[in-house]
């Protein structure tokens, strides 16, 4: 019943999507013995800026001139650090971009008469995703799988647990989103330990 269950499928797999890559596997990443997390199913946001050529042309400006401006957009730049009373307080420019219009806004060159071309002028510029190279389902439905690997050498009891902990209690999650563990390693590692257990056990007797 919430907001975004009412919206098209291509909506909720995008969100979906975005709370798992921001939310939830940065919070696993970081957990001892984890060397990644994979993601699998929903669709990967992106900025799509979809050029016109004719426009481009009439501007005079190159493709080439075009997605080099482009491609510099966001980007952070170190810019030393100042000395103050014995503190030192690094400066750094950044280019963190928030909307749309803030990048369909954004000059690139300057027209023969000095006005600035803007990405707007010779572009579009949208909300769209990768492309798909897979999908994962739940009862028959699309949503968003993760995978937690596993280092090489840790102790994978410990590991699947605390991930288990983490993802069910520690994870602050909006509201209309749901969590359900599909597989733990933890209960195969249980169960063989109870076999091995039974086993001693039943040996000894004899």
């Known amino acids: 019943g919430s907001a975004m269950a009412a ?6 797999l995008l969100y979906l999507r975005e709370v798992q890559e921001y939310g939830v596997r940065p919070q696993l990443k970081k957990l001892p013995g984890v060397a990644d997390v ?13 050029v016109f050529p004719e426009r481009l042309e009439k501007v005079g400006l190159s493709l080439e001139k075009f997605m080099s401006k482009v491609e510099s957009i966001g980007e ?17 420019a950044t280019g963190q971009l928030t909307n749309l219009e803030t990048i369909a806004n954004l000059p690139i060159a300057l027209s023969v008469n000095g006005k600035p071309v ?15 190279i897979g999908a994962a389902t739940a009862n028959g439905a699309e949503t968003v799988l993760g995978t937690v690997l596993m280092r090489t050498g840790a102790n994978s009891r410990e590991v699947s647990s605390t991930a288990e902990k983490t993802l069910t209690r520690e994870i602050k999650l909006p509201d209309d989103v749901a969590v359900n563990i599909v597989y733990s390693r933890s209960h195969l590692v249980n169960s063989t330990i109870h076999t091995i257990v039974k086993n001693l056990a039943e040996g000894a007797a004899l």
Request: glycine fraction near 12%; avoid cysteine; aromatic fraction near 4%.
């Open 7 to 12: 919206k098209p499928e291509r909506d909720q």
């Open 38 to 50: 994979d993601t699998n199913g929903g669709l990967l946001k992106q900025i799509h800026i979809n």
């Open 118 to 132: 803007r990405i707007r002028d010779v572009a579009n510029v949208s909300v769209d995703h990768a492309l798909r």
């Open 76 to 92: 952070s730049f170190g810019g030393g650090y100042i000395q103050k009373e014995g503190t030192q307080i690094i400066v750094r």
